[in-house]
């Protein structure tokens, strides 16, 4: 008997871990028709939306019930990996951002920092 409420606990643990890991979703790369059709504000818009998904991302990754769940499941390991996935999908697209304003020679700032 000892067994089998052993064997139904850690079955409900790890049933409560698997859902504990955050999914921030990711960004995707810039296709070649973005990279040929946006001008100068579209890519400062982008890149505003895409610090934005960023700052959303630490912003969730703060602690929080889910990881303490997390913590019985898999240390951790599954929420860094998911963080981190999301911000290299993000950075990557903040960096071909940055190398289409370079070529397509935008100016500095086409948006106002603050609005």
Not at 27 to 33: A, D, N, R, Y
């Amino acid at each position: 008997m000892r067994v089998v409420v052993f064997v139904i606990t850690l079955a409900l643990l790890s049933a409560l871990s698997g859902c504990a890991t955050k999914h921030y979703g990711r960004v995707g790369v810039l296709t070649p028709q973005e990279k040929a059709f946006m001008n100068c504000r579209e890519i400062e818009l982008d890149i505003i939306r895409t610090q934005g998904f960023i700052a959303y991302i630490d912003k969730e990754s703060d602690f929080s019930m889910r990881d303490i769940m997390a913590i019985f499941g898999d240390l951790w390991i599954g929420n860094a990996m998911e963080k981190s996935a999301a911000k290299r999908s993000a950075m990557e697209r903040l960096g071909e951002l940055a190398g289409l304003a370079m070529a397509k020679q935008c100016p500095g700032r086409t948006v106002p920092k603050d609005g």
